[in-house]
């Protein structure tokens, strides 16, 4: 009764063109965002800002990222956490180099770096595709962690690569409390999500697609798989670099590369597989999904009354992981977005059968 | 000098032995389903986790004949719950939910296994063999491990070749590899051929698990060291047999005198902390090897068709 679009007529191009057409999902958006910008901090804690809301919002970054690529693009890689890791570094650097650099700066030169370095690794995209492409990235991956673990000049001369950086300002105010963390986090990753939303639903987006569902088809309506493909590992890096490098700052603020390992590029895989391949919003679906779901396991041995030991729960994390993964490929192949999807259509009709 | 260079290959070579023989598993189920199965590294944890933990309750032949047994039982599971419903998709989507298999398998092998390092004793004498000790000063040592490894390999790899080549069973494989269809239409039972080729995999990675458990101990890492197979397999071609092995060895000689000839050089002019370099040497030989010949030494040309 209330989702309807009835009456809603779009009179202007702009209209048809919009990013929420119906009123409804527009208000239910620009909602969401008042609530995180000003409730969520009038009554969040330490514990939710640091475990729950700044973790979901940068990995949700990360995972649209990584979904411009698979999701859209249908490259599939398994080097996010190298990515990562190179916005993280390459943002320390400037920052350690030139101290008096914007903090936005910073973080997009960790964007910027990481995109370079991510074009660099989808060459080979040119001509594999699939496992093949998958095998490459991970080679990305393992070069990566390797090189800041081992370079020096990259990690400034400490051991074992571990850096962290001191206290962070944003135009001379000091980003001290994890409030004011969180909504700098909030809204870099609103301002780059919005600037996702849109690259995938214009031109560049629809090369993407293309190219995923169907390469030679694409190439012979006149797509250049070269300039849709680099273009889709510039913009992922891109995207996931700004990530590594939030992550790094705002979240860890001392790491080393083993944050940026192997298992990081599985998390963000699964967290787009779960949330839906090619979807904006199931990005953070699946985000939000693939933090909290080990918050809620850590809390059931509690809740049920039988003592559990950590490893046991992480045992357990991992089994619920895998078998989610392979639910969602059987039941619902596009994720958690899709369930989100059909909920709206039944809402449409609601309470009416059809 | 030279002595040490031998040393280091035959070193190297033993140890793409244990990546050819988790290649092997890859090859096999690729062959067989045009699975890439990510799980293969986790199946060979899982196995070994078996072998070690029931060997303890029994002795080493039960316990390795119950872990066969457990694969066996693994590999209708698998797919049971998982091929079956997947027929028909994409290789990519197959290739995520193989992903799922290896996280399920990681933390349920853990689960009731349990997650300590756990040691496999097949018996082999520790100390190690030393040859040519009159040709060069000190010899070149040999581990007799490693020496088990490359034997137990190229057992596995004729009975497997013999296995492909004469029986039944065999034949009706290479025609489901060759085209799925037309071995359905002249009544291949597929599901069938796929638990076969799953079961034999569980078995390889049975092989693979111990001999790499006698040497490392049973821990967590050995699902991470079989990722490794990945640049074996794309050097050697993702379907080919002795491909799988032949990368193995190339992989495993390549990083270990990479690790010992390039390391000192790149630490040198880059300045680094330490090697390591075996830890990437194979995926960017692997990248590398992409870019120029992508279906690897010895696959099969790769042919798009619209």
Redesign the interface.
């Given at each position: 009764m209330l989702y309807r679009e009835t009456g809603q007529f779009k009179t202007s191009y702009a209209s048809d063109a919009a990013i929420f057409p119906i009123a409804q999902d527009r208000w239910f958006v620009i909602g969401l965002l008042v609530f995180a910008f000003f409730v969520l901090p009038l009554f969040a804690n330490q514990y939710l800002y640091t475990e729950v809301l700044i973790p979901v919002l940068i990995l949700s970054l990360a995972a649209i990222g990584l979904n411009i690529l698979t999701g859209y693009c249908g490259q599939l890689s398994l080097g996010t956490g190298g990515f990562m890791a190179v916005g993280a570094y390459a943002a320390y650097n400037l920052l350690l180099r030139v101290p008096e650099t914007n903090l936005i700066l910073v973080l997009l030169f960790g964007g910027l770096m990481a995109m370079l370095v991510g074009v660099l690794f989808g060459i080979p995209s040119l001509r594999i595709k699939g496992f093949y492409l998958a095998v490459a990235t991970l080679a990305a991956q393992f070069f990566i962690e390797w090189a800041f673990a081992r370079v020096k000049w990259f990690t400034n001369y400490a051991p074992s690569g571990s850096v962290a950086v001191g206290q962070l300002e944003l135009f001379g105010i000091p980003l001290d409390t994890p409030m004011k963390k969180y909504l700098f986090v909030l809204a870099m990753v609103s301002l780059l999500a919005l600037a996702a939303k849109n690259l995938v639903r214009g031109r560049l987006g629809r090369m993407w697609m293309a190219m995923r569902d169907m390469d030679i088809a694409a190439e012979i309506i006149g797509i250049r798989p070269l300039h849709a493909k680099l273009s889709a590992f510039a913009v992922s890096s891109f995207y996931i670099g700004v990530a590594g490098a939030l992550w790094a700052f705002l979240r860890l603020g001392s790491w080393e590369p083993l944050a940026f390992d192997i298992n990081r590029s599985f998390q963000i895989l699964f967290m787009i597989i779960i949330g839906g391949l090619g979807s904006i919003l199931g990005s953070f679906l699946g985000a939000a999904f693939i933090v909290l779901v080990p918050i809620f396991l850590n809390q059931i041995p509690g809740l049920i009354g039988i003592p559990m030991s950590t490893a046991m729960i992480s045992h357990l994390e991992f089994m619920i992981f895998g078998a989610m993964i392979v639910f969602f490929l059987i039941v619902e192949p596009h994720g958690l977005a899709r369930l989100w999807a059909i909920a709206k259509e039944k809402l449409r009709l609601w309470p009416f059968p059809y | 000098m030279l002595g040490q260079f031998i040393e280091t290959l035959i070193g190297g070579v033993l140890t793409g032995v244990l990546y050819a023989l988790v290649a092997l598993g890859f090859v096999l189920i690729f062959k067989a389903s045009g699975v890439?199965n990510f799980a293969q590294g986790a199946m060979v944890l899982f196995a070994a986790l078996a072998v070690a933990r029931l060997a303890e309750i029994m002795p080493l032949p039960f316990a390795v004949a119950a872990a066969i047994a457990i694969m066996i039982a693994l590999a209708y599971a698998i797919e049971f719950?998982?091929l079956r419903?997947?027929v028909n998709?994409e290789?990519?989507?197959l290739?995520?939910?193989t992903?799922?298999?290896?996280?399920?398998?990681?933390?349920?092998g853990?689960?009731i296994w349990g997650?300590d390092i756990y040691k496999i004793n097949l018996g082999i004498p520790r100390e190690p063999i030393f040859l040519f000790q009159e040709v060069f000063p000190g010899g070149i040592l040999l581990d007799r491990e490693e020496l088990a490894a490359a034997i137990v390999c190229a057992i596995l790899v004729a009975v497997l070749a013999v296995f492909f080549q004469v029986t039944r069973i065999g034949r009706a494989l290479r025609a489901v590899a060759d085209d799925h269809q037309a071995a359905q239409a002249v009544g291949i039972p597929l599901n069938y051929i796929w638990l076969i080729v799953w079961a034999v995999s569980g078995i390889v990675a049975i092989a693979a698990g111990m001999i790499w458990g006698s040497k490392l101990g049973v821990q967590f890492s050995i699902s991470?060291v079989a990722?490794k197979a990945?640049?074996v397999?794309?050097l050697g071609g993702l379907t080919s047999i002795p491909g799988a092995i032949v990368g193995g060895l190339i992989i495993g000689a390549g990083e270990k005198l990479a690790e010992v000839m390039l390391g000192p050089i790149l630490i040198r002019w880059?300045?680094?902390?330490?090697?390591?370099?075996e830890?990437?040497f194979a995926?960017?030989l692997?990248?590398i090897f992409?870019?120029f010949r992508?279906q690897g030494l010895f696959g099969e040309r790769i042919i798009?068709r619209?």
């Open positions: - | 890439f719950f998982v419903r997947l998709q290789g990519i989507i290739f995520m939910a992903l799922g298999i290896t996280y399920f398998l990681e933390g349920f853990q689960t997650s991470l990722l990945l640049p397999l794309i880059f300045d680094l902390a330490g090697g390591g370099i830890n990437w995926y960017v692997a990248l992409l870019l992508p798009e619209v």
